[in-house]
T-cell receptor
Framework: GQNIDQPTEMTATEGAIVQINCTYQ??????LFWYQQHAGEAPTFLSY??LDGLEEKGRFSSFLSRSKGYSYLLLKELQMKDSASYLC??????????WGAGTKLIIKP | IAGITQAPTSQILAAGRRMTLRCTQD?????MYWYRQDLGLGLRLIHY???????GKGEVPDGYSVSRANTDDFPLTLASAVPSQTSVYFC???????????FGPGTRLTVL
């Protein structure tokens, strides 16, 4: 079967750095996405990785290792507004997104 | 319209009733999707459409139907609602199946 695993909840301090991990087992791989979802709102796109390595975009970076079936999202200089759920999704061999259950990130002052 | 819209925002529905959730996008995206999101679970794909005139079944299609008469609209119909269909429903679109998806604001549906 297809499976995306990420921690259910994480807590971090304002101004710090946090890494959210995602491991996957899917039928085929055509890219990995990270989305942010604030409570009661729609998911919004953060990053896309299709090749191994690190993609940096401002305070957010995303890393992919296809051989290990592993990705992480790194958030630097955390702000209170970063409190949200972070969703990992893999595009499978049919080009459909398989979603993880999301990681709820709580930022404390 | 800017982006992707859904209606209604929320709805309480009696079991056995028919309900259509509306989704409209103005980005001229070819691909559109319907997901449901339940607590503790990832988004699950109900139905999708890669282009106007075509539709396909996702992971959890039973009890739902869709149509794609034109590029902009992608309604989702529950023929006879059941309590297990209580969920938040998101419509999304992308310019192709390869690229990022843009999400509507969601419809919160409660079936009693």
């Amino acid at each position: 079967g297809q499976n995306i695993d990420q921690p259910t909840e994480m807590t971090a301090t304002e101004g710090a750095i946090v890494q959210i991990n995602c491991t996957y087992q899917t039928s085929g791989f055509n890219g990995l996405f990270w989305y942010q979802q604030h409570a009661g709102e729609a998911p919004t796109f953060l990053s896309y990785n299709v090749l191994d390595g690190l993609e940096e975009k401002g305070r957010f970076s995303s890393f992919l290792s296809r051989s290990k079936g592993y990705s992480y999202l790194l958030l630097k200089e955390l702000q209170m507004k970063d409190s949200a759920s972070y969703l990992c999704a893999v595009k499978d061999s049919n080009y459909q997104l398989i979603w993880g259950a999301g990681t709820k990130l709580i930022i404390k002052p | 319209i800017a982006g992707i819209t859904q209606a209604p925002t929320s709805q309480i529905l009696a079991a056995g009733r028919r309900m259509t959730l509306r989704c409209t996008q103005d980005m001229r995206h070819n691909a559109m999707y319907w997901y449901r999101q339940d607590l503790g679970l990832g988004l699950r794909l109900i139905h999708y459409s890669n282009t106007a005139g075509t539709t396909g079944k996702g992971e959890v299609p039973d009890g739902y139907s869709v149509s794609r008469a034109n590029t902009d609209d992608f309604p989702l119909t529950l023929a006879s609602a059941v309590p297990s269909q209580t969920s938040v429903y998101f419509c999304a679109s992308s310019d192709s199946s390869h690229n990022e998806q843009f999400f509507g604001p969601g419809t919160r549906l409660t079936v009693l």
